[in-house]
């Protein structure tokens, strides 16, 4: 008989909420905009979403979360800094509300996890999950197992004109808006970057190379320091591969880089795998 878990990813734009049953299949998923100030307003969100999908006619056996930020073991979460917020006990507050187990991991994780077991790392011993969105984030796998201290890479600081950032301040969706205000470009959001590209702008030419270099500069010291055989990459920011992403690999031949095969539903499958293998 099939399991079933609701998965949500908890993310810097969106909330997305599915139920998954134990072939790792999507039965329905649901979203929300994500509240970025207000814990109870987000806690609210997070709750008509659980009990939307608690409507389904089959029983749930877990809930799981994939959230942008800092988690204990126990699910407390220390820091969401994308949606300024900070110590907020998610699992216990969802599981004396609907006395299942509750799960909280870091997003990167969940979605890696996905990617490592199933997915377009499933053949290698050593990949590492990379998600370019709101934020940059990363977790490393080895043997199908999650290696810890990896899921904050995009909080390492990097070195550009002669100051020190975070290198998802520089590279992520929200960080190419970054390094374009430093160079003086004013832009909405890294999709109209991308299109200066396009358009064979020399401004945001000199930008995006800019912003190739810190990307590929990053790729170069994780596989360096992890060892890894292969990076398995996804975000908002991919929506605009068709511009830049053959030129990427093409910088970095020594690497090996590939699309997730769960593209958008990486987080939410990986989280369903971490529910499955937990639940008893």
Known sequence: MLKRVISIDLGGTNIRAAIINSNLRIEKVIKSSTEKLNFDILFHQVIDLIDELMASK??????????????????????????????IPLSSLVSNKYHLPVYVINDAHAAGLA???????????????????TGFGGAM???KKFAVTSDEVGHTLFEY???YYELEHLVSGTGIKNLCAINGLTVTSSKEMFEGVKESKVDFIKVYED???LLSSAFQYI????????????GGVMKSQDIFFSNFKSRNKNLKIVTCHFKEDAGLIGGAVYAFDHVK
């Open 58 to 87: 089959y029983p749930i056996d877990a809930i799981c979360f994939g959230v942008a930020g800092r988690v204990r073991l126990d699910g407390y979460i220390n820091e969401l800094p994308n949606l300024h917020m900070s110590d």
């Open 115 to 133: 990617e490592a077991t199933a997915g377009a790392g499933k053949h290698y011993r050593r990949s590492y999950f990379v998600t370019i969105s």
């Open 141 to 143: 796998f080895i043997d």
């Open 161 to 163: 004109k002669g100051k």
């Open 211 to 213: 912003w190739l270099n």
């Open 223 to 234: 596989a360096k320091t992890f060892e890894v055989e292969v990076f398995t990459i996804t």
